[in-house]
């Protein structure tokens, strides 16, 4: 006997703000392993700075574990328990990640090892709770309230990283090992509180079905099943390709800034905080507008957010080529409304195209899609930098060092932007019949 869950009204602004709750505490945590421990590591550890960027990727690779995890949820027939299950295992990998930092002054191949099995945990965590999160808004949001929905999941994350930042920046001076475990410890408690409080009730109560477990694929056969079609498959590589061009561009402003430009480091900082800003607007545009018109609307803002992103990073090059200082901080703004834009109408996309799938369907679709994202991001940073590098050797001035990598990350935008028509033009396909069974040995996922 199988389980699904009874369907409800959808859910209004209330219940959206409730699960985008769950958001803010996965930034919470994320932000304290991923930027204070990185920075404890580098600074009052004087680590070297490829270990925690080696972490941090770690976490990244182990999300590739995403499409088994929203198989998962979506075989349970439930999204709840994988929700709290997820922020309870990235609450032990915050958890451990502290400990290996106490470790590391007297025990350092020690500190290490625990290091890697707190990231692990973190990516497991990260991968488990997100992925279900989304599965279950995909399937709980009316389709006019799905890019208002992804606006305000995102943003509410974004509070998250700032609350923590900031909390944890006051209660950690001065730096202890001790500081950093209570600080830790509070935090990964109060987001765990606040997620079984946000997910309580919302999903509803589950219903038994005697036909389901027959229809129910094994891994290996879902997975097939999903890339066989072929919007699914292109929306894949857009994704890919999109958050690849957004990484790779990311970590290269103020480098380029100071470079190009002989900004200080104040100054960088300030024009990252004017491209963060722009994001900001950028979601908030299409908050405001994106659900009139439906799926249209989100289609419009995908591509166009795209080609608007490419057409930023070009005219970014050309002002680094030709000494355009007083055009630097208006397209770097440009620069982020276009990237908030389609970041945001992207992930209303994805979770209209996984709600129209089926329940059985989605959060395999989910896990694909944010497997493709965190090797993108995996990839964007290196690549980027890398590119950079590569570009100043083969070219005798900075700007045209960067103009090149601009230009290289505005062409994957652009080839994202054609991908992105060609999901949006192909018409559904309607859910194959199961694969296999997921009953017996002889069906085992995967």
Known sequence: MAHRVASGAPLGLGGILRLALVQTSLGAIVVLVTATMNRVMVVELALPAVLPGALVGLHYAVQMLR??????????????PWIIGGMAVLACGGLTVAGAIALLPAHRPGGILLALAGFVLVGLGVSAAGTALLALLARRVAPARRAAAATIVWLMMFAGFALTATLAGHWLQPFSASRLLAVTTATVTAALLLTVLAVWGVEGPA?????????????????????ADRRARHFTMFIFLSMLAYSAQELLLEPFAGRVFHLPPGASAQLTGL???????????????????????????????????????LALAAVGCLGLH???????????????????AAIGAMMQLAGAAGEAATGMRIGLWGGAQAIAFALGGLLGTGASDAARLLAA??????ALVFASAAAL??????????????????????LASAKGPRHAPG
Do not use: K
């Open 67 to 80: 499409p088994r995890l929203g198989h998962g949820s979506d075989v349970g027939g439930r999204r709840t």
């Open 207 to 227: 219903v038994a079905t005697a036909d389901e477990g027959a229809a129910r694929p094994a891994f290996r056969a879902a997975l097939a099943q999903v890339w």
């Open 275 to 313: 491209q963060h800003g722009g994001a900001f607007a950028g979601m908030l545009l299409v908050a405001l507008l994106g659900g009139r018109g439906g799926g249209a609307a989100l289609r419009g803002w995908t591509i166009g957010g795209c080609a608007a992103s490419a057409a930023a990073l």
């Open 326 to 344: 007083s055009l630097l901080r208006p397209t770097v703004a440009a620069l982020g409304i276009a990237n908030g834009a389609f970041t945001v």
């Open 397 to 402: 001035a900075p700007a045209t060092a960067y």
């Open 413 to 434: 935008f652009l080839m994202a932007a054609e991908l992105a028509v060609r999901v949006f033009e192909a018409r559904p396909h309607a859910p194959r019949p199961a």
